[in-house]
């Protein structure tokens, strides 16, 4: 796939006229012209589960020119103080959203659901309709049109969810106009081959050797159980108000999000839009094409091993391929914005989730190199921890900002950036603001647009918490100081307690100076004290997490028993085509199963479990009620 090779837009054409003709042609183009310069577009392209120190501009192993180029051109600024807002996946994702905390919307954690035909998720995540940056450029109310593609990870996409157990939570339900994502963690190569038997045999199975991180039911395709991973868009005509992708992805999973995001744009025809491309690249599973694996094997795309140290190992070739291979789909991307003439005003946007994957207890001090942890690829640098670490190499990574408009030259900033930064600098610059009923609720991030201007930024205060089981780990940044209460990777009594660091000095976090600066760390441990309880309100007063969520709507009316046929102690095999909790009787289970069109029998569980089947396939089991109606 070239998406430079994708037809000019209409304006492109059109300002070729002569402009010593007037004629209607050059008219139109100069009125689209204006319309493209006159508001900015924006795009934030989100890596997964990639190190501070894994791109070439930072020493990284993997070759990755297209961003290292990007990183040193005029009008872009290297973050190397960029942070995600979680320190795992669903949680960062909440944050470039919402410019809050993930807890505040009900993001605390993640869920497993490889594809809507598999499972509904039931993730809550910000059940009172946060404001969003969807929200934001909608609310400008000036044409801009909204895109989200690739892994959201925040819920499901079903329109009627709740009828499956599920909750609606989507791209669309969120303030996107358009999407073409997958519902959770997908492999980054032949993402989709497991969903029919006859795509099997495309599969690239990596160093895993197998289908891995697979969660759900019964496969629709016939293969392993949960690993069918598709991509899913908004389609209004369709049943649940989506439609799935009917053939494979190909062996590039980023080569899709790019072409997915190409299409987007070339329909704009030169309108300000807001985009988010959340690419695969490099979750588990990661896995890179032949053609890239072998291209780092022979130090094409990679550097060499150290003198002396061994070959790397298929997963370290797995996920250096994977790297090169999102740096060609970014560079694909930023060449497109320029052909279409949108790239000198557009802010665009990168960072990744959170650090690399792999904790390193007890301690979070990683053995091998810094570039080569032998705990697993991906790297941090010098920085302590990993992802689900409040260490800074749980969540200070990547990042690069681009606005050729108001970024003049190129410089590096050391300036604290997070993903809840986002959306209050797309507020500013389109002087657009919260709902009234929002307008006092708690909000983490700041605009950023004194930054591209090159104007210092004021001290302000950012956290980041990470549960684990009932545990909360916590962290608290105010310029050079940082505050670590708790952290995935910590087994010892020296790193249990609170622990204060001069980042100034240390950046490795290794060094606690809470005895040495006494009234500092009761200053942190204060505001980290102050803004959790913030985000405690937000939790119970704003999104009121704890609430129950919205119960499935009203049940079917109820068919008598004649109208059903019954099978005593009898389960049922089959595949899963929804589930309905608190059923009161076996009349209603099946009357769910006779509105729903998949449904070809139920299951009723003494409980009040309702499971919907897509085949009567009965098995005995003592106590169970089977049932298929008479449609």
């Not at 402009?19 to 204006?34: I, K, M, N, P, R």
Request: charged share 20%; proline share 7%; aromatic share 10%.
């Amino acid at each position: 796939l070239t998406l430079g090779t994708f037809p000019l837009s209409k304006m492109a054409s059109l300002v070729r006229c002569s402009l010593l003709v007037l004629c209607v042609c050059g008219f139109a183009a100069a009125t689209a012209a204006e319309k493209k310069g006159s508001h900015p577009s924006f795009l934030f392209l989100l890596g997964d589960d990639i190190g501070w120190a894994d791109f070439g501009y930072n020493n990284g192993t993997a070759s990755t020119p297209n961003l290292d180029a990007w990183a040193r051109a005029e009008g872009s600024i290297i973050l190397q103080d960029m942070h995600s807002g979680g320190t795992v996946c669903s949680p960062t994702r909440a944050t470039v959203l919402t410019g809050r905390n993930n807890f505040r919307d009900c993001a605390m954690g993640v869920y497993g659901c490889s594809d809507m035909t598999e499972c509904v998720p039931r993730f809550n995540f910000a059940p009172q309709n946060t404001f969003t940056v969807g929200d934001a450029v909608r609310k400008a109310n000036v044409g801009y049109e909204s895109f989200f593609t690739g892994k959201w990870h925040l819920g499901s996409f079903y329109n009627d969810s709740e009828l499956y157990g599920g909750i609606t939570s989507s791209p669309i339900s969120h303030g996107f106009d358009h999407m073409n994502a997958t519902v959770e963690v997908a492999p980054t190569a032949t993402t989709n081959c497991q969903c029919r038997k006859d795509w099997d045999e495309n599969c690239l199975l990596g160093h895993y050797h197998k289908p891995t991180h697979c969660n759900g039911k019964s496969n629709p395709g016939g293969g392993p159980k949960g690993c069918c991973f598709n991509y899913w868009w908004n389609d209004p005509e369709a049943e649940h108000g989506v439609t799935n992708l009917t053939n494979p992805v190909g062996q590039d999973d980023s080569l899709y999000v790019a072409s997915a995001f190409a299409k987007f744009l070339h329909a704009r025809n030169g309108q300000p839009f807001l985009a988010q491309l959340s690419f695969h690249n490099c979750h588990i599973p990661f896995i890179g094409t032949n053609a890239s694996r072998e291209s780092c094997l022979q130090n094409k795309t990679c550097k060499p091993p150290l003198p002396g140290s061994a070959p790397y190992t298929d997963t370290e070739l797995d996920f250096y391929a994977c790297l090169s291979e999102l740096d060609n789909s970014i560079g694909l991307v930023l060449q497109l914005v320029k052909d279409l003439g949108y790239y000198d005003n557009t802010l665009i946007w990168m960072a990744t989730d959170n650090g690399p994957e792999e904790d390193c207890p007890p301690e979070g001090i990683c053995t091998g190199t810094e570039h080569r942890p032998t705990e697993g690829p991906g790297s941090a640098g010098p920085l302590r921890g990993r992802k689900r670490d409040t260490w800074e190499g749980g969540h200070r990574v990547p990042g690069i900002v681009s606005w050729p408009a108001v970024v003049k030259g190129n410089r590096e900033s050391w300036e604290t950036v997070v993903t809840t930064d986002f959306l209050p600098t797309i507020m500013e610059t389109l002087g657009v603001d919260r709902p009234a009923d929002q307008q006092n609720w708690g909000f983490d991030g700041r605009s950023i647009l004194p930054l591209l201007k090159n104007d210092p930024l004021p001290l302000f205060g950012r956290g980041w918490l990470y549960k684990s089981g009932s545990k909360v780990d916590m962290a608290y940044r105010l310029g050079k100081w940082k505050l670590v209460n708790g952290t995935k990777s910590c087994s010892e009594a020296d790193c249990e307690k609170p622990m204060l660091y001069d980042l100034s000095k240390d950046l490795g976090e290794r060094n606690d100076v809470s005895a040495q600066y006494p009234d500092v760390y009761q200053f942190m441990l204060a505001n980290l004290t102050s803004w959790h309880a913030s985000v405690q309100h937000s939790i119970d007063n704003e999104s009121m997490c704890h609430a129950a969520p919205p119960p499935p709507p009203p049940s079917p009316p109820a068919p008598p028993s004649s109208d059903c046929t019954w099978h005593l102690d009898t389960y049922l095999n089959g595949n899963f085509v929804g589930k309905i909790s608190n059923v009161a009787t076996k009349e209603q289970c099946c009357g769910y199963c006779r509105a729903n069109p998949q449904c070809k029998a139920a299951e009723f569980l003494s409980k009040g479990d309702c499971n919907l089947k897509d085949t009567f396939s009965p098995k005995k089991h003592k106590g169970g009620i089977a049932c298929v109606p008479k449609k």
